[in-house]
């Protein structure tokens, strides 16, 4: 399997203009600096200024990408990705590091959970979701050929599925079951999965949408799950404000459409920080605990 | 305010027990804990005006520890001083506590949440100038990380509190030399750390942060200049303790096996250095 980091440096060696920037976290690119040399930029701990020379550097016709803690990125970062990226609309890749549930014990201060609703509303932003490092490194070309700027969620846990080909805008669906359509992104796929499996065992139609790319929304898959299905559910480690949730029902109500709909999301609150495991547990983000949400929904509907 | 410094030795030796303890099952950020254990130890031994019954009061002095991930320094103290439950350690990195990698308030004695860099400083201008529009007698101490010092907001913070005149405030810098996995000289210097802070109009010493002796000539006299806002840069060792992680760029976050943390403890006794195989360069 072709990791992030070798993905990134045969991009940067092809093309002179990918200049590596981080604000000292250097986990995704360890090897970098010896290999890329001057194209290898650490600002240290100052996100702010980062992403502000990330705007120079696009601003002379670089593209930069930028690493660090997903919350800094996005959050302490926010005005002047908004403000220097975004209004000038360049292309600087951002890459968010251990964002959702996947900053597992650090505590609220390092939760990105509000990221893909901060990223997405910044005009042209694209948003990518990958839930798995092959998935990651199938992106990572598409992200950096296009003349938008971009928000990558970044995760490079080992894949659970083979992934159908990559392309921006476009969701991946497996099974065509007509009880409910799980709909979810990132490294919950390999949770949501289990679900589904636990699901058809009881005799449910199940079928799994990986979005990939949140924005743009793969409006078609979203529009055709809301028609097929009995169930829509949306499962994201992300605040139920302004994430995948948020999206759909934009999409639906703009296609005037209605659907029986399960979020399944952080509402109002952060996350109990702990090993990861501990963390889908308590937060009913396990196989066995997503199904059992699902299972009781399903019955619950059918009581009405 | 006048314990000896035998007994500042035997407690932060037991306040590094508890953070070699605490680098197990999911792990802790053990070299930058056991940097300002000393710190933190004489703070509360022979500074701070707080004790387990007045850490609620209006007029204790605050302790913010605005670098976060050495919480397992404050918590061993905590524990030891009887501040804190000794059995809530063992709930670290449960979902049963808030025992994490970084401070939570729901302990006593922890003041405010940390972990995102150069927020504390901030929040120490805002106690300092509550204290003097109640003409009260707090301090407000900050600790901060060398690396830390990267981020802006602690020099627009150190502008505002020598132009509001906060000689109530003092900063300590956990001056260990490193950033997560970089030596900070190597990447963004620092130096020379105590005419920046000056030239900010703080009045600002240098000091060997693990000298209980030289701690006290330090904090003997507060404010060190009156008018301004004090900073001691307090020179430490990062992993300070453990000869087999001090001064490790690879030993800032750990996760150890049990008998490797066992090998810790023998080794901080006086044993010989632990044979050390987790992987723990994890930049986090």
Redesign the interface.
């Known amino acids: 399997m072709k990791t992030y980091e070798e993905t990134l440096y045969e991009l940067a060696l092809a093309d002179e203009r990918i200049v590596v920037l981080t604000a000292?976290?250097?986990?995704a690119i360890?090897g970098m600096p010896e290999k890329l040399g001057a194209r290898f930029i650490?600002?240290?701990?100052?996100e702010?200024?980062m992403i502000g020379a990330a705007a120079g550097l696009a601003l002379a016709g670089r593209i930069p990408v930028c690493h660090s803690?997903a919350?800094?990125l996005t959050l302490?970062a926010f005005e002047f990705v908004r403000t220097d990226v975004g209004i000038a609309r360049l292309p600087v890749k951002l890459v968010g590091g251990?964002p959702g549930f996947l900053s597992?014990?650090?505590?609220?201060?390092?939760q990105a959970i509000e990221d893909i609703s901060l990223m997405r509303g910044v005009p042209n932003m694209q948003v990518f979701c990958p839930a798995d490092q092959v998935e990651l490194v199938d992106m990572l070309p598409a992200i950096l050929k296009s003349p938008d700027p971009a928000y990558v969620r970044y995760n490079a846990s080992k894949p659970i599925v083979e992934h159908a080909p990559f392309s921006i805008g476009q969701a991946e669906i497996f099974g065509d079951g007509t009880d409910v359509a799980l709909l979810t992104f990132g490294f919950l796929l390999e949770h949501v999965e289990r679900a589904a499996e636990l699901l058809e065992a009881r005799g449910v139609g199940v079928r799994l949408v990986n979005l990939r790319t949140l924005k743009p929304i793969d409006e078609r898959a979203v529009v055709r799950a809301a028609r097929d299905v009995r169930l829509l559910v949306t499962i994201e480690d992300h605040f139920r404000t302004g994430g995948l949730y948020s999206i759909v029902a934009e999409t639906l109500l703009a296609q005037r459409l209605t659907a029986k709909t399960l979020p399944i999301a952080l509402e109002e609150r952060w996350f109990?920080?702990?090993?990861l495991p501990?963390?889908l547990?308590?937060e009913g983000f396990t196989g066995e605990k997503l199904a059992a949400r699902v299972l009781w929904a399903l019955e619950e509907q059918a009581r009405r | 305010m006048s314990t000896s410094h035998a007994e500042l030795e035997g407690l932060a030796l037991r306040v590094r027990e508890h953070v070699i303890r605490l680098a197990t099952d999911g792990g802790c950020f053990i070299g930058a804990s056991l940097s300002c254990t000393d710190l933190i130890v004489h703070l509360y031994r022979q500074v701070l005006r707080v004790t387990p019954a007045t850490v609620r009061d209006p007029n204790r002095d605050y302790l913010l520890l605005s670098k976060g991930h050495d919480v397992p320094a404050l918590y061993g103290t905590l524990v030891e001083l009887g501040f804190m439950a000794r059995e809530r350690l063992s709930l670290h990195l449960s979902t049963e506590d808030s025992i994490y990698w970084h401070p939570n308030r729901a302990v006593p004695g922890v003041e405010f949440h940390s972990g995102s860099l150069g927020h504390l400083l901030s929040v120490g201008i805002g106690l300092a100038l509550d204290t003097k529009l109640r003409q009260a007698e707090n301090r407000v101490f900050v600790l901060l990380g060398d690396g830390e010092l990267d981020e802006g907001t602690i020099w627009e913070g150190l502008l505002v509190a020598a132009a509001k005149g906060l000689d109530n405030l003092v900063c300590i810098v956990d001056r260990n030399e490193f950033q997560a996995n970089i030596r900070t000289e190597e990447l963004t210097p620092l130096e020379p750390l105590v005419a920046k802070f000056e030239a900010f109009g703080a009045k600002a010493i240098r000091v060997d942060g693990h000298s209980f002796a030289a701690l006290d000539a330090a904090f003997a006299t507060l404010p060190l200049a009156p008018g301004r806002p004090s900073v001691i840069v307090a020179d430490t060792v990062r992993g300070r303790g453990l000869p087999s992680i001090e001064r490790r760029a690879d030993r800032w976050f750990a996760n150890f096996s049990r008998d490797e943390i066992e090998a810790l403890l023998a080794e901080l006794h006086g044993a010989a250095q632990a044979t050390l195989h987790s992987e723990t360069l994890v930049v986090r």
């Open positions: 000292e976290n250097r986990a360890r650490d600002v240290g701990i100052a702010q200024t803690l919350t800094f302490r251990v597992d014990g650090n505590g609220p201060t390092h109990r920080p702990a090993t501990r963390v547990e308590h």
